[in-house]
């Protein structure tokens, strides 16, 4: 496994946000920071993390909205795919009970991107479908897969931008083909495996 990894679920929805330290030094990254800014800064500096980069897998609120804060905090990047950008840069109007805090894109990432940060790279998997540009973070032998995969199911694709043609497909192409020994810590709910969804998630075996 890659990394030093602590997860700590925010917001009304029960998003996952991750903290990834990357080398000894505390150098890393928080993976879908959605809410309670004060409480993953708490938890970074508990960790002795030093965010370097706040990665987004997408451009829904319940994971993007405390990325402002604590890009000001940290003073670090945050990235996401050009798909998703309005989404992340907008203040339009709440969604699912939830006032929405834009946030600022630094860089844009890229199908193939290998991002590093410190001595740790973080591939990157564009897998379209819960939203256009939805992706994945592979690092090492642990995915991070966002509201693409859950344990036993996959993300919704009815809200605006989402295909479930698009997403049947990123799962077949992409995430199917990953060793089955790869962990998955997905964007809500637990963590699970390549080898357990290849086997029991009905949305590999379509």
């Known amino acids: 496994m890659g990394g030093e990894i602590t997860c700590v679920v925010v917001g009304l929805l ?3 946000c991750y903290l ?3 080398d000894a030094e505390g150098s890393g990254v928080i993976i879908d920071p959605g809410d309670d800014s004060s409480r993953i800064v708490e938890e970074c500096r508990r960790i002795g993390l030093r965010p370097e980069l706040i990665l987004l897998t997408h451009g829904h609120i319940d994971h993007t909205n405390a990325a402002g804060d604590l890009r000001g905090t940290f003073d670090c990047e945050v990235a996401c795919h050009h798909l998703d950008e309005e989404m992340v840069r907008s203040s ?12 600022q894109v630094d860089r844009n990432v890229s199908d193939g991107d290998v991002i590093v940060v410190g001595t740790r790279g973080f ?23 966002g509201d693409t995969l859950f344990r036993g199911s996959i993300g919704r694709t009815d809200l605006p931008g989402g ?3 698009e997403i049947l497909k990123s799962l077949k192409v992409k ?6 020994t ?7 709910g637990p963590p699970t495996t390549i080898g357990y969804e290849k086997t029991f998630n009905p949305f590999l075996q379509t």
């Open 92 to 103: 339009g109007p709440a969604l699912w009970g939830l006032e929405r805090h834009a946030c």
């Open 182 to 188: 790869v962990k998955v810590f997905p964007g809500h």
């Open 163 to 165: 295909s479930e043609e």
């Open 123 to 145: 591939k990157v998997i564009h897998t379209p479908g819960h939203t256009p540009g939805s992706v994945c973070y592979l690092l090492d032998n642990v995915l991070f897969s």
């Open 175 to 180: 995430l199917g083909k990953l060793d089955s």
């Open 14 to 16: 029960e998003t996952n």
């Open 20 to 22: 990834v330290k990357c």
